[in-house]
């Protein structure tokens, strides 16, 4: 397996790939090898991303059948499941990059600040359970800044909540813990650029 350095590279490269309109011949080879599905698989990077359609996770880093393990989910939230998958993932591929992947206007954020911002909240309980799931890393930035349709304050908010997300699986599961601390594990933040495609992974800048 290769290493975090090594595929948290890859995920640049074919990031790159994306926003200029190149077409790579490997993601396009790995699309047509829907044939060969015995074969174990070996992806070299986990992702927890957003369920927005706007962020296909596989097209954005321009990869192909087998190269990610991808968990999505509103919010790109933590809950048991998620860590699960991505134990699961780690331990059983030897996977050792683990990215976090929020996005701009990201409903699910801008959902739990306008939740913020009602007394009286009618919205169905499994949804809650996302929103209270955003709500702690965006609590703070809203006292600061109520004004919830600040660009500048969405943003900040997907960051926090991003930031939130990587902190909860670098301390929040032993089997992970013990992959960072003796087996090179890595685990990263980054923010999709809607507007312009572009991934920017978090200590880049
Ligand atoms: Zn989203």
Redesign the pocket.
């Known amino acids: 397996m290769i290493s975090a350095d090594d595929a948290l590279e890859r995920l640049r490269e074919g990031n790159r790939r994306f926003v200029s309109d190149e077409v790579s011949k490997d993601a396009v080879a790995s699309r047509e090898h829907r044939g060969g599905a015995t074969t174990p698989q070996n992806p070299f990077a986990i992702i927890l991303a ?3 359609s706007r ?1 296909p996770t596989e097209l954005i880093f321009d990869r192909g059948i087998g190269d990610l393990f991808v968990i999505r989910v ?3 939230i933590v809950a048991p499941s998620q860590i699960g998958s991505i134990e699961y993932a780690a331990k059983q591929f030897g996977t050792r990059l683990v990215v976090v992947l ?2 701009s ?5 801008i959902a739990t600040l306008q939740e913020l911002g009602l007394k009286d909240s009618h919205r169905a309980p499994n949804l809650r359970a996302i929103v209270d799931r955003v709500r702690p890393a965006v609590e703070p930035i809203m006292k600061d800044r109520p004004n919830v349709d600040d660009e500048a304050v969405i943003d900040s908010c997907v960051r926090a909540n991003v930031q939130a997300s990587v902190d909860k699986l670098q301390h929040g599961s032993l089997i992970l813990e013990n992959l960072v601390a003796a087996d090179n594990l890595k685990i990263v933040g980054a923010e999709y650029s809607i507007e312009t495609g572009i991934i920017e992974f978090f200590g880049d800048h």
């Open positions: 957003c369920s927005d962020v509103a919010g790109n929020g996005h206007n990201c409903g699910a954020i």
